[in-house]
């Protein structure tokens, strides 16, 4: 396990607790921290503990790799650990488009997988999470049928927690993208999800990001993959509804999450002082629209917003970001 962030920490002691002989690669802090106390884990899979080897990096090869860490770390980490994970299988944990190409990339001699998860976790230290939102996740690679191979690793998640494959994994990451834009907003505005959602002015905006992402990726031919029950059809007619009527997919998201605060990933990274990987997010869409001769200026302005207030330290109240954006 490669990371020990919320994610990586959430698959990190489930899978511990299935039996399997786990080492976590972790820096600073956080490895005497998981060293003297383990993992911890409260939340939507119940009060769970483990205590797995935890080492700075690799030094003996392994069966399965799981990359968690942020997409902007991810090409670091693999790096350091090339030399024991190349040849390995390895399943890439990741937002955003990027992260099971630069595995590929990097790790040339590796059979390389990629996983969405819709769980909501928040980290509150070293070796603990709060699991918010327990939800399964999805694992396969490239744009054709599921193999043999990836539902062999399936079945090894499975075990652990809910875990099915996807056909045409890469139109599913284009719709994890669509979903992960609910990601900006609370980072730009200090919010909750569910209160950005809640105030009609930021409701709109984070519609108007999902509908962009949407043309976007139809402009690139991209072929969107069911997820969370969303398919290309609907998706399609997301992109040309009017305003109005899209809001009901963030509204419905909203009350898919219950009334646990959802920080989202991107919010609890700059909590922690650390880089967000808003540059994979909406970042992502801007570099797909100008692939495709488009502009996707909503995203453009998010992904802006979001460097300002890592920079500044002050988050934005709803007025001001809504008058950057009339």
Not at 302 to 316: A, K, M
């Amino acid at each position: 396990m490669i990371g020990a962030g919320a994610l990586g920490s959430t698959f990190a002691c489930l899978l511990a607790l299935q039996g399997h002989d786990l080492v976590v690669t972790m820096r600073g802090a956080a490895l005497p921290a998981v060293l003297a106390e383990g993992i911890r884990l409260t939340g939507g899979y119940g009060d769970r503990f483990a205590r797995p080897q935890a080492v700075e990096r690799l030094v003996e090869p392994c069966d399965l790799a799981l990359i968690c860490t942020k997409a902007q770390d991810a090409a670091a980490a693999i790096a350091e650990n090339s030399a024991v994970l190349d040849g390995t299988p390895v399943i890439v944990v990741q937002n955003g488009l990027d992260g099971v190409t630069t595995a590929e990339r990097l790790l040339p001699q590796s059979e390389c997988f990629g996983l969405i998860t819709i769980i909501a976790a928040h980290y509150e230290g070293p070796g603990r999470v709060r699991v918010t939102t327990a939800a399964p996740s999805y694992l396969g690679r490239g744009a054709g049928p599921v193999d043999a191979v990836t539902r062999r690793w399936q079945a090894v998640l499975d075990a652990a927690l809910p875990t099915l494959t996807r056909d045409n994994f890469v139109g599913a990451q284009w719709t994890k993208l669509v979903v992960n834009m609910l990601n900006a907003l609370p980072a730009i505005t200090g919010l909750s999800v569910q209160e950005v959602i809640g105030r009609a002015n930021l409701r709109r905006l984070m519609t108007r990001s999902m509908r962009e992402t949407v043309r976007v990726g139809l402009a690139n031919g991209v072929r969107f993959g069911t997820l969370q029950g969303l398919s290309h059809r609907r998706l399609r007619a997301f992109a040309v509804a009017p305003l109005w009527a899209g809001q009901m997919l963030p509204l419905s998201m909203r009350a898919r999450m219950g009334k646990v605060p959802n920080q989202g990933s991107t919010l609890q990274s700059l909590a922690r002082g650390q880089r967000t990987e808003i540059d994979f997010l909406n970042g992502a869409v801007v570099r797909a629209a100008g692939e495709a001769g488009m502009a996707a200026p909503v995203n453009a302005l998010l992904t802006e917003l979001v460097h300002e207030v890592e920079q500044s330290g002050r988050f934005l109240t709803p007025a001001e970001v809504w008058a950057r954006f009339r």
